[in-house]
């Protein structure tokens, strides 16, 4: 199947500090990935969406200015928590459609990225 | 409000026997179902999905079955095996190919020896 690469896996970081998360689809074009949210005992959150090339369409509640994503290519996509608070602590995961089975729909997802806010 | 539910958080089966794992929904638009495993501190791994034009879907030890009329679906695997341990979650798609995918709870699957 496809392959969808996170990083960094896990990070601890200072409350204040902004941290990047990286999301690259490695054998196949993403045109539009996926960032979710996981809390523990908790479903997978949307937290938003993104096309190549265009503004992310966040969730409601999804603070736009505090997570920002960035979708500049067909490969890559970027979460960064800008200010990170321990209340930010989380499980981060992001997924990517296939742009050539979008009859399927299925979206792959990468591993993770835990962050640790102190 | 959830669309998609996942009932039973924990399920324990013996190696061998047959894992049903349930997924009921409300939203009659959805037109795409999928079930994804998970693994501790991993993403969901896609593992098999229905069209709902089909009430049934077969792949390997996994099969997936769609009740429409009852909003209601599940998932076999048969034999259960103790590597299927994991959170199983259910998800639905509403609004064609573009539409976002609803995933439910989860349901964490044991598979015993």
């Known amino acids: 199947g496809a392959v969808v690469s996170q990083h960094p896996s896990w990070v601890i970081c200072k409350s204040g500090t902004s941290v990047k998360i990286e999301c690259r689809s490695l054998?196949?074009?993403?045109?539009?990935m996926f960032w979710y949210r996981q809390f523990p005992k908790q479903s997978l959150m949307l937290m938003a969406t993104?096309?190549?090339?265009?503004?992310?369409?966040?969730e409601q509640g999804v603070e736009k200015d505090k997570f920002l994503i960035n979708h500049a290519s067909l490969t890559l996509s970027t979460l960064t928590v800008t200010s990170a608070h321990p209340e930010d602590s989380s499980f981060y995961i992001c997924?990517?459609?296939?742009?050539?089975?979008?009859?399927?729909?299925?979206?792959?997802f990468g591993a993770g990225t835990r962050l640790s806010v102190l | 409000d959830q669309q998609v539910k996942q009932n039973s958080p924990s399920l324990s089966v013996q190696e061998g026997r047959i894992s049903i794992l349930n997924c009921d929904y409300t939203?009659?638009?959805?037109?795409?179902f999928l079930w994804y495993k998970k693994y501790p501190a991993e993403g969901p791994t896609f593992l098999i999905s229905?069209?709902?034009?089909?009430d049934k879907n077969e792949d390997g030890r996994f099969t997936v079955f769609l009740n429409k009329s009852a909003k209601h679906l599940s998932l076999h695997i048969v034999p259960s095996q103790p590597g299927d341990s994991a959170v199983y979650f259910c998800a639905a798609r509403a609004g064609g190919s573009q539409g976002n995918l609803i995933f439910g709870k989860g349901t964490k699957l044991s598979v015993k020896p």
């Open positions: 229905i069209s709902s034009i089909k």
């Open positions: 993104s096309n190549e090339g265009s503004k992310a369409t966040y």
């Open positions: 054998d196949f074009q993403a045109t539009t």
């Open positions: 939203n009659s638009m959805f037109d795409y």
């Open positions: 997924s990517a459609r296939d742009a050539s089975s979008l009859a399927k729909n299925i979206q792959y």
